[in-house]
């Protein structure tokens, strides 16, 4: 009995450093060997307007280029809106048109006419009075009452501010509409057409566009629901860039730099390395395992590092385990970013 639970401690013991000697970087000289994930951004895509969903073009997995439509909501509302708002432009136009041309010649003579009758009527009834007036001086008063003088009076009077009234309508025809008229009825059409563009920027946005290439991770709505910026309709997963996040333990973190050459092997395809270079190098320490609390454990400081790839067969998944390999040997091209 003794001898098979010494062999058991034997066996876990073997296991346990072959384990440990896995998970922590290969000390090799001129290389570095360290674990980590993919990442990839992703990219929550909402309509900015609330309004029903007509149509959901993208499925889960579909790939999608940059400006390609995926959703469009209903836009008869606004339609009906630009509709109306084209006819008031048309009508406003028409007025400031109207302005911009003043009087026409019809016009301006109409009002000629009305002054010489209403010069017409004055003259008349100044020799009405006139005559009154003589009938009265020569008959002493006898002739013609003093209330039929009053009213001669009274309707010269009248024919009087008629003529002027006449004259004053003759000059703003010949001075054409004022300045101020002109400037507000050009301000109220600059608001129909602010208001047009501000439709049309609407009718515009109805339609979800893919901002950039990617790969479509979530269909979060479907044709019938009310879409608001609030909820995400699509989630993308950009297909470039792609990294593999690592992190390094403080003694090997001079060991590499921004843009040295790496190679990046994941379990699925062990024999097809895919090439990347060392790109951001964090200026924070971390400690891990954060959720291991030991004395030992948390001195034990790491450096995050992205290891930039080219995936051009698409075989990176988000999250997936990959083993980074960095010849530190070889001179490494300082101009990457970090």
């Known amino acids: 009995m003794r001898k098979l639970v010494v062999l058991i401690l034997i066996v876990a013991l073997a296991v346990g450093v072959g384990w440990w000697q896995y998970t922590q970087p290969a000390q090799v000289e001129g290389r570095l060997v360290l674990y980590g994930n993919v990442d990839i951004r992703q990219v929550s895509l909402a309509f900015s307007l609330s309004e029903r969903i007509t149509e959901m073009s993208v ?8 400006g390609q439509a995926l959703a469009r909501l209903d836009t008869e509302t606004l339609k009906l809106q630009i509709a109306r708002t084209d006819a008031a432009i048309a009508a406003q136009q028409q007025q400031v048109d ?16 009305q002054v010489e009758a209403a010069r017409a009527e004055l003259g008349l009834a100044r ?6 007036l003589d009938v009265a001086q020569k008959t002493e008063g006898r002739g013609v009452s003093a209330h039929e003088i ?17 004259e004053q309508a003759l000059a703003l025809a010949d001075a054409g509409p004022r300045a101020e008229d002109i400037a507000q009825a050009e301000a109220q059409l600059q608001a129909l057409r602010a208001d047009r563009s501000l ?19 979530s269909r979060l709505l479907e044709p019938g629901d009310i879409a608001s910026p609030q909820k995400p309709v699509y989630t993308l997963a950009l297909t470039d860039p792609k990294w ?3 992190y390094v333990a403080e003694p090997d973190l001079g060991r590499i730099r921004p843009g040295m050459a790496a190679q990046v092997v994941t379990d699925s395809y062990p024999d097809q390395p895919i090439e990347g270079r060392v790109g951001y190098i964090s200026s924070v320490a971390e ?6 609390q030991t004395e030992s454990l948390r001195t034990a ?4 590092v992205r290891i930039l790839v080219e995936d051009v067969g698409d075989r990176l998944r988000l999250g997936m385990p990959a083993t980074v390999y960095i010849d530190t040997g070889a001179a490494g091209d300082s101009s990457g970013h970090s």
Do not use: M
């Open 59 to 66: 499925e889960e997995g579909d790939r999608v280029v940059q």
């Open 98 to 113: 109207k302005l911009h041309n003043g009087s026409r010649p019809q016009e301006i003579a109409q009002a000629r006419a």
């Open 301 to 304: 400081l790491v450096y995050e």
């Open 199 to 217: 439709q049309q920027h609407q009718l515009e946005l109805s339609t979800l566009i893919a901002p950039t290439d990617a790969v479509v991770r």
């Open 127 to 132: 020799s009405r009075l006139n005559r009154l």
């Open 287 to 292: 400690f891990t395992p954060k959720s291991v």
């Open 244 to 246: 593999v996040r690592v």
């Open 150 to 166: 009053d009213a001669a009076r009274a309707q010269l009077r009248a024919s009087q501010a008629q003529l002027n009234s006449r």
